[in-house]
């Protein structure tokens, strides 16, 4: 590996509100400690077409409340072929890139530490993930702004149910983890959690309702994380409703609202310090790390232990939700 001098950075995966305010600080501090930085439009997908732009401090001016990524991000199936990222490291080499700083989930950081290791180029990554669900980090880029997305709209639902004597199923995102859904849940008072890591009977869900009619609850909300072992919102919905009849169902969900919208204050402040802390690693050799934040503090590890682990459901918040949860 050289010297570094010059930097590239890209998001990948899904978008996050807070990726701007990742590059806006990591630009920033890379100015400050004599880098260059390189952006890569569309992830791993431009890094292989070769779409570069220079960025530098008014590059990145007026975007820390933007939502999205400004830098865009793609999934790329052609990465997964050797061939294209051979592809890639020739573009990299070109533009005299010396390392790679990725924004992205799990499986951007997978690709990141496969290209690493394939060509000795220095990479850092940055957990972004509304799942929250990256090992190595409390909170990833993007999950606070989308809980408060979910209850914020939970507490507009929860007036119509409340209204019409109704139960709600509002899923959120969630494929493999049911953190966003658990404290989605915890927040806005919801009555039960469905969520991939516990595996849910209907009977569950019936005899909650039934206690809950029984002190004279009149509406409920359900939050259903989309990778749960039972199926989609609707097909819970339709099975209740064939074995309890007490409440009018309706279903909700909430899809891409989650990832959209403004970044809040956690997020901005979250992003712009894992933003210098890549820069910061870099400048200090810990290549082949994910920057994250534990206890407030900003640590390193190793990106092949985060790839093959997951960040863990909370034990105590999950018995939590199911004592208050009423």
């Known amino acids: 590996m050289t010297e570094i001098s010059k930097i590239g950075v890209l998001t990948s995966g899904g978008d996050s509100p807070g990726m701007n305010a990742a590059i806006r600080s990591l630009v920033r501090s890379a100015e400050f400690n004599n880098f260059d930085v390189v952006g890569v439009q569309r992830g791993f997908q431009g890094l292989i077409e070769g779409c570069f732009e220079q960025l530098e401090m008014r590059s990145v001016s007026n975007i820390l409340g933007n939502g999205g990524t400004f830098l865009r991000s793609a999934r790329s199936p052609e990465f997964l072929d050797k061939k294209n990222r051979i592809i890639a490291h020739k573009q990299l080499q070109q533009h005299n890139m010396d390392a790679l700083v990725v924004i992205g989930g799990n499986g951007s950081l997978t690709g990141a530490s496969v290209f690493s290791h394939e060509f000795n180029i220095p990479v850092i990554g940055i957990p972004a993930s509304i799942d929250n669900d990256v090992f190595g980090t409390d909170y990833s880029i993007g999950y606070n702004t989308a809980l408060e997305t979910i209850v914020e709209s939970v507490d507009k639902i929860r007036d119509t149910a409340n209204s019409h004597n109704r139960l709600f199923f509002i899923e959120v995102m969630g494929r493999k983890s049911g953190n966003l859904a658990l404290n989605a849940s ?21 005899k909650r309702l039934e206690d809950n009619k029984k002190r004279n609850k009149e509406s409920s909300i359900v939050i259903v994380a989309e990778g749960n072992n039972y199926g989609p919102s609707y097909k819970i919905a339709e099975d209740l409703s064939k074995v309890y009849s007490a409440y009018e169902s309706k279903v909700t969900i909430l899809g891409h609202i989650q990832r959209g919208g403004k970044p809040t204050s956690f997020d901005r402040i979250l992003a712009s310090q894992l933003g210098m802390a890549a820069i910061e690693s870099l400048k200090l050799k810990k290549y082949n790390t994910l920057v994250g934040l534990v206890n407030n503090s900003l640590i390193n590890l190793p990106i092949s232990e985060v790839i093959n682990a997951t960040n863990q459901l909370s034990s105590d918040l999950y018995r939590l939700n199911k004592i208050i949860s009423r």
């Open 186 to 206: 915890l927040a806005s008072g919801a009555c039960f959690v469905i969520i991939p890591e516990k595996k849910f009977e209907l009977i569950d869900l019936v």
